[in-house]
Antibody, heavy 120, light 107 residues
């Protein structure tokens, strides 16, 4: 079964750092393009970052320079290292697999999400 | 950045009725558009990709149409489990962008 399971969320103070993990099963993270998407409480969806099978990475302007996407191929796990966290980063963070033959595609599956709360 | 605009924000519909949701792109996205369904407390679920191709396991009552800048998601006969929030997403240009969502509520 194709599945994504995120962990690592929690309560963190503004300015702090946190690393989210996303364990994949049923497919290889290294052979697909993977993204992180977040959803602030009561709000819509915001794409954050992508990593391609070749290792290239891209970021939304809102997190560029603060967040880093990476993966561990033997562990088949995707990561999102978040630093200089702000109150407005409070959200549920989802990892997703990209689909489609081009370098841009639709998202499926989605993990269950992990909640990050940035507050003093 | 391509801005995706969904309408209406909320759509009151009775079970068994047909629901039509709209999504407009600020510039053409060809057919590179997906629709997702999100129920409270759950992750989004892929419904449609390529503007009109149903994802695996999605009931036939869900259908998508459109290309360029105007897209429609139609639910032919609403079931109780269909009351949720629906998002469109373009994947034609960087960065990816989502609409703000349409909430289907019981009339």
């Amino acid at each position: 079964e194709v599945q994504l399971v995120e962990t690592g969320g929690g309560l963190i103070q503004p300015g702090g750092s946190l690393r989210l993990s996303c364990a994949a099963s049923g497919f290889t993270v290294s052979g697909n393009y993977m993204s992180w998407v977040r959803q602030a409480p009561g709000k819509g969806l915001e794409w954050l970052s992508i990593i391609y099978s070749g290792g290239s990475t891209y970021y939304a302007d809102s997190v560029k320079g603060r967040f880093t996407i990476s993966r561990d191929n033997p562990k088949n796990t995707l990561y999102l290292q978040m630093s200089s966290l702000r109150v407005e980063d409070t959200a549920v963070y989802y990892c997703v697999r990209g689909n489609g033959g081009s370098y841009l595609g639709w998202f499926d599956p989605w993990g269950q999400g992990t909640l990050v709360t940035v507050s003093s | 950045e391509i801005v995706m605009t969904q309408s209406p924000a909320t759509l009151p519909v009775s079970p068994g009725e047909r629901a039509t949701l709209s999504c407009r792109a600020s510039q053409t996205v060809s057919s590179n558009l997906a629709w997702y369904q999100q129920k409270p407390g759950q992750a989004p679920r892929l419904l449609i990709y390529g503007a009109s191709t149903g994802a695996t396991g999605i009931p036939a009552r869900f259908s998508g149409s459109g290309s360029g800048t105007e897209f429609t998601l139609t639910i032919s006969s609403l079931q109780s489990e269909d009351f949720a929030v629906y998002y469109c997403q373009q994947y034609n240009n960087w960065p990816y962008s989502f609409g703000q969502g349409t909430k289907l509520e019981v009339k």
